[in-house]
């Protein structure tokens, strides 16, 4: 029998296999912002092993790549304030390290200010032209912000889940979107965590108890079921 050309491509993940739907899912890439991830910037400032996060980035460079082969959206996310602060809690301003935090001056402009150079994306996984950029002032990406209704609009039901970090924002808006419906597979090597122990407990907790919030697979699994789904002609509406 012939199949659908909307059968669904499946990925090998834990705790099962996570059926990849042609049409209905998207890839975000979260907070692959240079504060958090280059040499000399915010994260390192904190005293955190930058190639912790870098290591990211050649796996998400090709899974990026066959996401947008197959028409797939794209949706980046990056964490930041208004230059003011007035999206940016008290609690969420004083928490920071007494020396750095959030408005700082820092190596690479105001810390995760909106418009500075070091709120924006890594040059290596910048956004291409159409691709949603949601810019969040928490750490999941669905609080204060327009994604559900860009992702209802677009039919997406299914995310990809990549970026840093894995057990803070990674993981805020995997529960996020588990909380809304939506299908989450969390891909291994297209994340990032500062500490290796949050790094491997982090992915446990998300398909622990049967997949409690979510699937977990490497790129070299999610890669090939991309590239077997057949091409979207008109990506889901970006803006
Ligand atoms: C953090 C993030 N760790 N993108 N932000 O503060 O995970």
């Known amino acids: 029998m012939t199949e659908s050309p909307t059968a669904p491509s499946p990925v090998e993940a834990t705790p099962g296999p996570f059926p990849l739907i042609a049409g209905k899912t998207a890839l975000i890439v979260i907070d692959m912002q240079r504060d958090f991830i280059l040499p000399g910037g915010?994260?390192?400032?904190?005293?955190?092993?930058?190639?912790?996060?870098?290591?990211?980035?050649?796996p998400l460079?090709?899974?990026?790549?066959?996401?947008?082969?197959?028409?797939?959206?794209?949706?980046?996310?990056?964490?930041?304030?208004?230059?003011?602060?007035?999206?940016?809690?008290?609690?969420?301003?004083?928490?920071?390290?007494?020396?750095?935090?959030?408005?700082?001056?820092?190596?690479?402009g105001r810390i995760l200010i909106r418009g500075e150079y070091g709120h924006d994306i890594i040059d290596e996984l910048a956004p291409i032209d159409g691709e949603v950029v949601i810019d969040k002032p928490g750490k999941g990406a669905f609080y204060a912000t327009d994604l559900q209704q860009i992702l209802t609009e677009a039919g997406i039901t299914q995310l990809l889940v990549t970026g840093v970090t894995t057990e803070v924002c990674v993981h805020t808006t995997t529960r996020e979107a588990n909380d809304r419906g939506y299908e989450c597979l969390v891909v291994s090597d297209c994340v990032g965590s500062y500490f290796p122990e949050?790094?491997?407990?982090?992915l446990e907790m998300i398909s622990a108890q049967g997949g409690?919030?979510?699937?977990?697979?490497?790129?070299?699994?999610?890669?090939?079921?991309?590239?077997?789904?057949p091409v979207d002609p008109v990506p889901a509406s970006q803006s």
């Open 212 to 229: 409690i919030f979510g699937w977990v697979a490497d790129s070299a699994a999610v890669i090939p079921a991309i590239a077997a789904l």
């Open 61 to 108: 460079t090709d899974l990026i790549a066959a996401a947008r082969a197959a028409g797939m959206p794209v949706i980046h996310t990056r964490e930041g304030h208004v230059p003011d602060l007035s999206d940016c809690p008290p609690a969420k301003l004083r928490r920071g390290a007494p020396s750095k935090r959030i408005g700082d001056p820092g190596e690479y």
């Open 198 to 202: 949050f790094q491997r407990i982090g």
């Open 42 to 58: 915010f994260g390192e400032s904190l005293g955190n092993d930058v190639n912790m996060l870098l290591k990211v980035v050649p």
